[in-house]
């Protein structure tokens, strides 16, 4: 369902490998759902001279360049055929740096999301997506969706990770925006509120983080000052949030894990928090990225 709030146009990037598929079918699903516009972009790097396609090149007297881009063109075109025939659909094949030309070529769009997927295809072009996302994500002014698992629907569960900042503020209401049907859980992983020496009781310390954790995260839905915040279920438990949201992934893959960034301080560039950073490591569902809010 499209609303003022979902992006006009959707950014996939691509390397054309299999598991960038899935990505390919969660971005078209999305453009449906939300009636936008997709660009599928693929990047081809510089390759060595001995490559196959520099021989193709000199045979054919075209640049080693123009005929790769050739190449991944007609590959794309392919991938995006059949099933996706109806969508408003726009290939681009463009050189240059992975990470760059992804972001300049989604501000030149006016893309307000840009999908991708995990996999990486060495025999194509020596396109890594994979190796791009952490710079991809700390980098990009829109959200960025990572996608591990075959659509099978929509999003119906969204797991919003939360530390109770105005960072994490934003990033709650960016997933309500962008997901007004799904059911939001707000997942916090605590710590011990205070060290459990000897004679401590180890479950009252746990007792006692999780009562801290609780009121936390009442003030913070309070803040959020959102009509819908009352109606947010909560996941609080201890532990490492990497290895939570992994477990949970291993019995949900089909749920949305959503994580917001942080501006850097005195450099340019965003900063992954060490739950974000874990979370997109290790999560086994697709991930949601979200930067902080223009300012």
Request: aromatic share 4%; hydrophobic share 50%; charged share 20%.
């Given at each position: 369902?499209?609303t003022?709030?979902t992006p006009?146009?959707i950014?996939?990037?691509?390397d054309?490998?299999s598991?960038s598929?899935r990505?390919?079918?969660?971005a078209?699903?999305l453009?449906?759902?939300?009636?936008?516009?997709l660009?599928?972009?693929?990047?081809?790097?510089?390759?060595?001279?001995e490559?196959?396609?520099?021989?193709?090149?000199?045979?054919?007297?075209?640049?080693s360049?123009?005929?790769?881009?050739?190449?991944?063109?007609?590959?794309?075109?392919?991938?995006?055929?059949?099933?996706?025939?109806?969508?408003?659909l726009?290939?681009r094949?463009?050189?240059?740096?992975?990470t760059?030309?992804?972001l300049?070529?989604?501000?030149?769009?006016?893309?307000?999301?840009?999908?991708?997927?995990?996999?990486?295809?060495?025999?194509?072009?020596?396109?890594?997506?994979?190796?791009?996302?952490?710079?991809?994500?700390?980098?990009?002014?829109?959200?960025l969706?990572?996608?591990?698992?075959?659509p099978?629907?929509?999003?119906?569960?969204?797991?919003v990770?939360?530390d109770?900042?105005?960072?994490?503020?934003?990033?709650?209401?960016?997933?309500?925006?962008?997901?007004?049907?799904?059911?939001?859980?707000?997942?916090?992983?605590?710590?011990?509120?205070?060290?459990a020496?000897a004679?401590?009781?180890t479950?009252?310390?746990r007792?006692d983080g999780?009562?801290q954790a609780?009121?936390?995260?009442e003030?913070?839905?309070?803040?959020c000052e959102?009509?819908?915040a009352?109606?947010?279920?909560?996941?609080?438990?201890?532990g490492?949030?990497?290895?939570?949201?992994?477990?949970?992934?291993?019995?949900?893959?089909?749920d949305?894990v959503?994580?917001g960034?942080q501006?850097?301080?005195?450099v340019?560039?965003l900063?992954?928090?060490?739950?974000?950073?874990r979370?997109?490591?290790?999560?086994?569902?697709?991930?949601?990225v979200?930067?902080?809010?223009?300012t």
């Open positions: 369902m499209s003022p709030a006009r146009h950014l996939l990037a691509t054309l490998s598991r598929d990505a390919l079918d969660r078209a699903r453009a449906r759902e939300w009636d936008a516009r660009v599928a972009l693929t990047v081809v790097e510089p390759e060595p001279a490559a196959p396609t520099s021989v193709l090149s000199r045979a054919s007297g075209l640049s360049g123009a005929v790769r881009r050739a190449m991944v063109e007609q590959r794309l075109r392919a991938d995006l055929a059949g099933e996706h025939a109806d969508l408003a726009v290939p094949v463009e050189p240059g740096l992975v760059d030309t992804v300049t070529v989604a501000s030149a769009e006016g893309c307000g999301l840009i999908v991708t997927g995990v996999a990486r295809n060495e025999a194509l072009s020596r396109v890594v997506l994979g190796s791009t996302v952490d710079a991809l994500a700390r980098r990009s002014p829109v959200p969706l990572v996608v591990r698992n075959r099978r629907a929509a999003y119906s569960h969204v797991i990770a939360s109770f900042t105005a960072a994490s503020r934003h990033t709650l209401h960016t997933a309500a925006m962008l997901f007004p049907q799904a059911e939001l859980t707000l997942f916090h992983a605590f710590n011990n509120p205070y060290p020496i004679g401590v009781d479950a009252r310390v007792a999780l009562a609780q009121r936390e995260a003030a913070f839905i309070q803040s959102w009509p819908e009352g109606n947010l279920r909560t996941w609080l438990e201890h490492d949030a990497g290895l939570l949201l992994n477990a949970h992934g291993q019995a949900h893959p089909a949305l959503v994580l960034t501006q850097r301080r005195g340019l560039g900063l992954l928090g060490s739950v974000a950073q979370a997109l490591e290790m999560a086994e569902n697709d991930v949601l979200v930067p902080p809010a223009a």
